[in-house]
């Protein structure tokens, strides 16, 4: 701390002698001690508005403003933080904060900056509890100079191309590089996404055909039983839901495949099938117009949510599994009661039919992407936009919210992808490198990178922080359909994570943490 204040007081007095104040000799540098940042900041204004007074107006004059409002935010933060290896207890970094300061984002940006560990997921943990992405220092109760353990994970990004092959491959440098495992499916790949665990790959290709794949050695596990449109897994990796043929929904075991249960209901195509976070429901959209809730255990129609007059696209649950949101060819988006199945709010103001919609992390927003050319972010209690976000080419191909809920990702009809502040709608970085426009582009889970995958057959690791490119990972010849992020931590011993060998009390110390933080990846 000190060696960020103590240039800013010779700073002062070089301002002093400049715009000769009367009160503050120019042979004299004002009488500030390190450690005193808002007397520095005091001192620092009452300097500017002299020379304000006086006329001076300079560049140079300018930059001190600006540095002005970084040292009044520094000069608000009130905690000192300690970060700590979880094995080693070696101190990793230093960093300061607000108490309204959201925990995590300051606790990695301060690893991050020190030790420049970009590919691998992040875990924070406070009394063997496992941080929240939302959770300020005050609603934690950390306070001025605990410490904070950090817990290392490997990253693995899957991809899926429509040449008909998935590939997983390990982006940490700082474990062994594996190399990308090739599985060749049936047929142009639609969709694809890696188990909870990390273990297993999920995958259907057209022509309705689902499968699950080791994801180490691409072996064939199964096939799903029946037609498969769309697939997803549940919370708890245990079951596998997705639109079938005929207008119904199916939920398979995933450990074999098999049709546990068939939800029949709807007169017109299934568009869409997820999961609640608890995973105890399960919610439906249809071309029909109308949503449904069904009780994953039996498959037992709960309700039907009616209301729009399109076709429905897609239906999603949102974090606490109070609220389902849906989103229309109607050019709508509708906010329902998971409990009753009464319309809330209707979100209006898209001119042409939406292609998706989501909740923010917190349920306090959503997010509706259309194809009139936009993505607005939502407030989902008034009901009120907020952000109107374009899209370059009025195409969207795809958008989300960061995990923290601060940006929200765009791709569009381009060779480029936009990263927005949330809450004031400006562009804070254009990702550009891809060679054709992008097709899909999604977060990590600690909101640290984007994977975007390309109609150039290729698929990138972008650093969120700074806009720029990590990694390009080649190998296929199609269009790039999934590209995603995945924290793994199950089945790998702590040695592994935390690099070296533990003792056996070190073992028994870590494991809880590995614990807390599985339940997290």
Same mark, same amino acid.
């Given at each position: ?170 982006? !940490? ?51 799903? !039983? ?100 849906? !989103? ?194």
């Amino acid at each position: 701390m000190s060696s960020s204040w103590a240039p800013l007081a010779h700073t002062m007095g070089l301002l002093s002698g400049l715009f000769s104040l009367e009160d503050t000799p120019a042979t004299t540098e004002p009488d500030f001690r390190e450690g005193e940042p808002i007397k520095c900041v005091e001192e620092l204004r009452r300097i500017i508005e002299r020379a304000e007074s006086e006329g001076v107006e300079s560049e140079a004059l300018d930059d001190i403003k600006s540095r002005l409002e970084e040292l009044e935010q520094e000069a608000q933060k009130e905690l000192t933080i300690t970060i700590c290896h979880a094995v080693s207890g070696e101190a990793v970094a230093v960093v300061r904060a607000r108490p309204t300061d959201k925990v995590v984002a300051v606790l990695r940006e301060g690893v991050l900056r020190e030790t420049g560990d970009a590919l691998v997921a992040l875990r924070f943990v406070v009394d063997l509890q496992v941080l929240n992405e939302n959770e300020t220092f005050e609603e934690v109760g950390i306070k001025d100079g605990d410490r904070v353990l950090v817990v290392r994970s490997p990253l693995r990004c899957l991809t899926a191309a429509f040449d008909g092959t998935c590939r997983v491959c390990s982006l !940490s440098d700082g474990f062994s590089r594996d190399e990308a495992i090739v599985a060749v499916e049936s047929g142009p790949v639609l969709s694809a996404s890696l188990s909870p665990c990390g273990g297993h790959v999920l995958a259907v290709c057209s022509g309705g055909d689902g499968c699950v794949r080791d994801s180490y050695t691409g072996d064939l596990e199964f096939h799903l !039983s029946g037609w498969a449109a769309s697939a997803e897994w549940s919370p708890d990796g245990r079951r596998i839901v997705g639109a079938s043929d005929t207008g119904a929904a199916r939920i398979w075991c995933a450990s074999t495949g098999r049709c546990l249960q068939v939800l029949s209901g709807h007169s017109d195509d299934v568009k869409s099938a997820s999961f609640s976070p608890d995973g105890s429901m399960i919610v439906t959209a249809s071309a029909d117009g109308t949503a449904a809730l069904w009780e994953a255990e039996s498959g037992r129609l709960v309700v039907r949510l009616s209301g729009h007059s399109d076709i429905v696209r897609s239906a999603a649950f949102s974090p606490d599994g109070a609220w389902v949101l849906t !989103s229309s060819m109607d050019a709508t988006a509708r906010v329902w009661s998971s409990s009753s199945g009464l319309c809330a709010r209707v979100l209006t103001g898209h001119s042409k039919a939406l292609s998706g919609a989501q909740f923010s992390p917190d349920g306090l927003r959503a997010l509706t992407a259309s194809f009139d050319g936009t993505v607005r972010v939502w407030d989902t209690q008034k009901g009120e936009c907020l952000q109107m976000l374009p899209a370059e080419n009025n195409v969207v191909n795809a958008a989300s919210f960061s995990p923290d809920g601060s940006s929200v990702l765009v791709a569009s009809a381009s060779e480029s992808l936009r990263l927005f502040c949330a809450d004031t709608g400006e562009c804070r970085f254009t990702l550009s490198g891809h060679e054709d426009w992008v097709r899909v582009a999604a977060f990590s889970p600690d909101g640290m990178l984007v994977a975007s995958g390309s109609y150039d057959g290729t698929a990138r690791i972008w650093s969120a922080l700074d806009g720029q490119c990590i990694q390009m990972l080649e190998g296929h010849e199609g269009a790039v359909v999934t590209a995603a992020i995945s924290a793994l931590l199950k089945g790998l011993m702590p040695s592994v994570l935390f690099g070296g060998s533990l003792d056996g009390d070190q073992l028994q110390n870590v494991a809880q943490l590995v614990l807390a933080a599985v339940q997290l990846s």
